[in-house]
């Protein structure tokens, strides 16, 4: 196991909680190779200011940590680390519960609405590997809608568990994707939190 530091931060149910095992990652995903290097400290690493070796790594905890198949992105969009990502979902299952894990909805009866589901579908991906959760994600760019749909499809073990809807204008968040007398026990989004596209990328170090 590659030693790193412990993200104390982290959800205590979080699986990346203990750092990554490169030689596990490069197993799963050989094309993560190329971008393995050591740290400053001798211990195996990425480049993380490299937007091709994050895409790599995530790609690589997707298959090895929650049994995916396929994830890519169109060029230009945006590539979210998955660790925080499933931070998100696992404070979302603890509210989901009122503070009780035993209470913890597991399973599609729990269905969740993530708004701006981006061409990235991490968080249908994660929430329905996790807990099996289903996922309604909506976006107003149709490219990114085309993007969840193809990676929902690419990976038969949520494939059933994730629809993607257009939304057709960008003022109204629920209008027009939302069925008569659909109900979901939670709805999410991911915040505008990148001032620039550069800033985006400095997020990733």
Same mark, same amino acid.
């Given at each position: ?9 982290? $959800? ?29 400290? &001798? =211990?195996?690493?990425? =480049?993380? %200011? ?9 790609? +690589? ?5 929650? &049994? ?7 060029? &230009? ?32 009866? +729990? ?5 701006? !589901?981006? *061409? ?15 996922? !309604? ?8 809608? @085309? ?10 073990? !949520? ?5 993607? @809807?257009?939304?057709?204008?960008? *003022?109204?968040?629920? %209008?027009? !994707?939302? %069925? ?13 939190? $990148? ?7 400095? &997020?990733?170090?």
């Amino acid at each position: 196991m590659i030693r790193q530091a412990r993200k104390e931060a982290m $959800h205590p149910r979080n699986r990346f909680r203990n750092g990554y095992d490169f030689s596990q990652l490069v197993g799963a995903s050989p094309e993560l190779a190329p971008y393995v290097r050591p740290n400053p400290y &001798g =211990d195996a690493s990425i =480049d993380y %200011a490299n937007p091709a070796a994050v895409t790599a790594l995530n790609r +690589a905890l997707l298959i090895s940590t929650y &049994g995916l198949q396929r994830w890519e992105l169109p060029r &230009g969009y945006l590539c979210p680390p998955i660790p925080g990502r499933s931070d998100y979902l696992h404070y979302l299952a603890d509210l989901l519960a009122a503070g009780r894990p035993a209470n913890i909805p597991r399973g599609p009866s +729990a269905r969740v609405l993530d708004i701006g !589901v981006g *061409a990235n579908c991490i968080y249908p991906l994660v929430g329905a590997s996790e807990y099996g959760w289903r996922f !309604v994600g909506t976006d107003i760019d149709p490219v990114a809608c @085309r993007s969840a749909r193809e990676l929902a499809a690419a990976n038969p073990s !949520v494939a059933d568990l994730i629809e993607i @809807r257009l939304q057709s204008s960008p *003022a109204r968040c629920f %209008a027009n !994707v939302i %069925a008569a007398n659909e109900h979901f026990a939670a709805s999410m989004c991911n915040p505008p939190f $990148h001032a620039s596209a550069a800033e985006a990328a400095a &997020g990733n170090l």
